[in-house]
């Protein structure tokens, strides 16, 4: 299929799916078809869009299961403007397990409840499993057999990442302390030196 064809038929496609679609996903959808592009042509066409959408309000962006057409994080202020509802306000208990569980998966509620110092309320996990941000993956071998509880690919997506080597790292952490003194990190190591 021609390039130039293929290019808005993904454009519409990615405007209309809510979720991330990947190269192979792109590929299904045209089975069948007599002028049916190969995966190279639709690579190719979507390294066309991103550079396409480079200088515009929107980007294709690539995260863990695909790639999606979003509006750029610079137009934040005024798109959302658009909508009454104020997005989702998380606890700080909640967002440190999500931190703890992406830093140090595979982790049990016991593990997370030691670092942490309190105990995870049922309520933190329940609603961390209900965003797909976190899934059993299993069961550690000691006794008790507790849940060992890991990210998701909706993790990755949500916050924009390929992969969990996109996490800022501890360093990077700790330089948003000065800037945010409210939110302190210790790490143990560093503390004891």
């Known amino acids: 299929m021609d390039i130039d064809k293929l290019k808005p038929i993904l454009e519409a496609l990615f405007a209309a799916s809510d979720k991330p679609l990947s190269v192979n996903q792109?590929?299904?959808?045209?089975?069948?078809?007599i002028d049916q592009p190969s995966k190279d042509e639709i690579r190719k066409a979507i390294e066309d869009l991103t550079e396409k959408y480079q200088h515009g309000g929107f980007e294709l962006k690539q995260v863990a299961s695909g790639f999606r057409l979003?509006?750029?994080?610079?137009?934040?202020t005024w798109v959302t403007r658009l909508w009454e509802q104020k997005p989702p306000r998380y606890s700080r208990a909640l967002m440190e397990t999500l931190a703890?569980?992406?830093?140090?998966?595979?982790?049990?509620?016991?593990?997370i409840e030691d670092i942490r110092g309190v105990s995870v309320s049922t309520n933190i996990v329940r609603t961390l499993e209900e965003r797909?941000?976190?899934k059993s993956l299993g069961h550690k071998e000691v006794p008790g057999r507790p849940t060992l509880y890991g990210t998701t690919r909706e993790f990755l997506d949500y916050f924009n990442l390929k992969s969990l080597n996109e996490l800022p790292t501890l360093a990077e952490i700790r330089d948003?302390?000065?800037?945010?003194?409210?939110?302190t990190f210790e790490d143990k190591e560093v503390a004891a030196n």
């Open 26 to 33: 792109l590929f299904e959808l045209f089975v069948g078809d």
């Open 70 to 76: 979003q509006v750029k994080a610079d137009y934040e």
């Open 100 to 111: 703890l569980i992406a830093y140090r998966q595979p982790i049990t509620r016991g593990e």
């Open 132 to 134: 797909d941000w976190v």
């Open 176 to 183: 948003l302390d000065q800037f945010n003194p409210e939110f």
